[in-house]
C-alpha cells in the first residue's frame, strides 16, 4: 500500500512513472473517483477526480472520472462507476496502445438508491453564485471559502446538468485538444 501526499493527477503521474516499484505493467484503463459530489460543466476544470483521469488519459490511457452525488447510495454508486468503466475497457481493450488521444469519460451518479437510467451527454453549464467568504479559525488566523454553495443549471437538452436535473446517471466524454486550431487567429493577433 502506498499513500502519496499530492494531487489526484500527482498520484497518477506517479504510479505511471515508477517503473515496476508501484504497477506491475502499464495499466489498460485507470478509474479516478468516486468523488463525493458532481463534477457537472465547468467543474471538470479545477476537479481532482477529473484531472487524476485526464493525466491518465494525456498519457494514453483510456480513463473515466466517476462522482456521486453526497445523497447517492454509495454501494449503488460504485457499482454504476464499475458498470461504465467496465464497458469503456470493454470498447477499448482491442485498440492499439498507446491511445491518441486516449478516451476520457466524465461519469455523475445523481442522488438515490438507483438504478438510474445512464445516458450519453455533452458538458451543460453550472453557474455557481461568485463569492469568497473570509472567516477566522478558533486561534485568530484568516481562512476563506471560495465559490458560492448555490448554483443553478442551464438547462440544455443532452447535457450532464439536464441529466443530473432529470435524476438520470451522464457519460460525458471530455476532449484533451489543448492543441485545436480553433482558436488560431485569435492567438496570432494577440501575439502580434
Known amino acids: 500500500t502506498f499513500a502519496l501526499d499530492g494531487t489526484p493527477a500527482d498520484c497518477i503521474y506517479v504510479a505511471l512513472h515508477s517503473k515496476d516499484r508501484l504497477i506491475p505493467r502499464w495499466p ?11 463534477n457537472l460543466g465547468i467543474d471538470v476544470i479545477y476537479s481532482g477526480t477529473v484531472a487524476a483521469a485526464r493525466e491518465a ?23 454504476l462507476g464499475a458498470q461504465v468503466a467496465e464497458r469503456c475497457w470493454h470498447e477499448t481493450k482491442a ?17 438515490g438508491v438507483g438504478p438510474w437510467p445512464v445516458v450519453a451527454t455533452t458538458a451543460g453549464r453550472r453557474l455557481y453564485d461568485d463569492d469568497v467568504v473570509y472567516r477566522r479559525d478558533p486561534r485568530g488566523r484568516e481562512y476563506l471559502w471560495i465559490g458560492g454553495s448555490d448554483f443553478t443549471h442551464d438547462r440544455a437538452a443532452g ?33 502580434d
Not at 166 to 178: D, N
Open 28 to 38: 489498460d484503463l485507470v478509474v479516478s473517483g468516486m468523488n463525493h459530489g458532481p
Open 95 to 111: 485498440l492499439p496502445r498507446p491511445l491518441s488521444p486516449a478516451p476520457l469519460l466524465n461519469v455523475n451518479i445523481p442522488e
Open 57 to 79: 488519459a494525456g498519457r494514453g490511457i483510456p480513463s473515466v472520472a466517476i462522482s456521486a452525488d453526497s445523497r447517492a447510495n454509495r454501494q449503488a454508486a460504485a457499482e
Open 159 to 191: 447535457t450532464d446538468t439536464e441529466a443530473w436535473e432529470q435524476g438520470q446517471a451522464s457519460v460525458t466524454p471530455l476532449t484533451l485538444a489543448v492543441n485545436e486550431r480553433q482558436h488560431a487567429s485569435l492567438a496570432a493577433a494577440c501575439a
